[in-house]
């Protein structure tokens, strides 16, 4: 039996990417464990057909508790069986490559975004450039790996001269019930599902809600600006317009995905990673059923024109913003057009089709699929 084993800095809970992998991993009859944090409040995992591991780090963030953490990983790694470490994203990188070099085993790389140029690292010049060093250092020697976006992937390839394969953040196939979904009090549901930090359009959004007429805005998701974002809402004066519902488990996440009536992906153009990114939320609307309204970059402006399942907006000022969404919902032809085309585009936009890039990949590496 083969053993794989998936290494993560997060706690597990709402990761809905290395679900999917380690699903998908376990046709081919492997023994499948993901690795990952524990945090002081982390819920408990729901019942995985994988195995997990969780470490309890004494750094929380900052350079200590990337140190630790891959320091924990090699260690781990080192005296356990294993014939493939899977490393999600640069900050697992250091710890699964030397591992995987000690113990003369696979290494495959899965980049969630371009971890250089996320917003946490674009102005900060030193950390930035020891991520960069890593990147370079490590990024050419591997010979397997993959990420979300067809523009990342090229930026890697032209960087360090490596072909990345794209296997896209989509989620697994749902039969769509695309009955009305309008409150019975007429007010209408805007959806923002994800985290909660610097960039990702929440202030614009939260600000607009003063002039949205008939409409609630649900955030759901965690992150560095959740205090910030709760007192800009109460200083607003917007308790019932707005709703924050913090984490919820990836398991539970369709169900409330599928109560909206408008989902936003309005990342700023702060560094490549946002300009380039093909974020998860955006094919958790199309499964749903809920047309989007997303920043015109590049690869979420071809799902959406592809498609016909939304529009664009280019950040302006709040009460454009407001005209934008109240649009939306006035032209009901063109919503329910919008509408009934996520069902064509949840058919080709699901794990079920993706996976078989994945397949393909660890094939590759002696990993049989039944």
């Known amino acids: ?16 990417r ?25 819920l408990q995992l729901k019942n995985r057909p994988y195995h997990t591991k969780r470490f309890k780090l004494f750094f929380k963030q900052g350079p200590g508790f990337y140190l630790e953490y891959n320091i924990r990983l090699f260690i781990y790694l080192f005296f356990r069986r294993f014939d493939i470490i899977v490393a999600n994203d640069l900050d697992t990188l250091p710890g699964a490559y030397y591992a ?35 990147e370079r250092k490590i990024l050419p020697k591997i010979k397997y790996s993959y990420t979300v976006s067809e523009s990342i992937a090229k930026t890697y390839q032209k960087q360090y001269g490596i072909k990345m394969k794209v296997v896209r953040n989509v989620p697994f196939y749902i039969d769509q019930n695309l009955s009305d979904k309008s409150q019975k009090n007429g007010i209408k549901y805007i959806l923002y599902q994800g985290s909660l930090n610097v960039g990702r359009g929440l202030e614009h959004i939260i600000n607009a809600m003063q002039f949205v007429e008939n409409a609630k805005l649900i955030i759901i998701g965690n992150g560095d600006i959740k205090e910030q974002l709760k007192k800009r809402i109460l200083d607003k004066g917007l308790t019932e317009k707005i709703e924050l519902k913090g984490r919820i488990p990836f398991e539970d996440l369709p169900t409330e995905t599928a109560k909206a009536d408008l989902g936003i ?35 979420m402006q071809k799902i959406v024109n592809k498609y016909e399942i939304g529009t664009v907006y280019d950040h302006k000022d709040p009460e454009s913003l407001a005209q934008k969404i109240s649009e939306i919902f006035r032209l009901k032809n063109r ?21 078989k890039i994945l397949i393909a990949i660890y094939s590759k590496l002696g990993i049989h699929f039944k």
Not at 20 to 40: M, N, Q
């Open 1 to 16: 039996m083969k053993r794989i084993y998936i290494a993560v800095t997060n706690d597990l809970v709402t990761d809905n």
């Open 18 to 42: 290395i679900h999917k992998v380690a699903s998908t991993l376990l046709k081919s009859g492997a023994r499948v464990t993901i690795i990952g944090r524990k945090k002081p409040k982390s």
């Open 100 to 134: 995987s070099k000690f113990r003369f085993k696979h290494l495959v790389y899965d980049s969630h975004e371009y971890f250089t140029e996320v917003p946490e690292l674009v102005n900060r010049d030193f950390p930035r450039k020891v991520w960069k060093i890593i």
């Open 265 to 299: 992906a309005l990342e700023e153009n702060i560094g490549l990673n946002y300009y380039y990114a093909l974020p998860n939320k955006l094919f958790d609307y199309i499964q749903a059923g809920v047309p989007v309204l997303v920043s015109p970059f590049p690869e």
């Open 335 to 355: 919503y329910n057009k919008w509408k009934e085309n996520t069902l064509i585009a949840a058919k080709e936009l699901c794990w079920e089709n993706e996976e």
